[in-house]
């Protein structure tokens, strides 16, 4: 079992950018995969990128592909999604998540950070 706790979030203007980590309790981070999702007001929880268990292998969706990239550090139990040249329709609760294979739908996963919201303005 593993315990998830987002951080970095806030509000930034329309090209800035924020980088989001994702702690993670326990001795197995390293045992999955993880994944970053996001929800907007109205909308379904969507996949925007996944990153293997050893980091060498990583996974985007096409409206982030380019301008996010995601990391992780299993010294430090932590997952990270740069973003870069936000836009408007970047904002949502962005939320972190862990399972032992690859999946882009979020009902495959079982365990979930509380979010973390990122507000982009004009």
């Known amino acids: 079992q593993v315990q998830l706790v987002e951080s970095g979030g806030g509000s930034v203007q329309a090209g800035g950018s924020l980088r989001l980590s994702c702690a993670a309790s326990?001795?197995?981070?390293?045992?999955?995969?993880m994944g970053w999702f996001r929800q907007a007001p109205g909308k379904e929880r969507e996949f925007v990128a996944s990153?293997?268990?050893?980091?060498?292998?990583?996974y985007y969706a096409d409206s982030v592909k380019g301008r996010f990239t995601i990391s992780r550090d299993n010294a430090k139990n932590t997952a990270y999604l740069q973003m870069n040249s936000l836009k408007l329709e970047d904002t949502a609760v962005y939320y972190c998540a862990a399972r032992h294979y690859n999946s882009y739908s979020p009902r495959d996963y079982a365990y979930w950070g509380q979010g973390t919201q990122v507000t982009v303005s004009s």
């Open positions: 326990g001795r197995t981070f390293s045992s999955y995969f």
């Open positions: 990153i293997s268990w050893s980091g060498g292998s990583f």
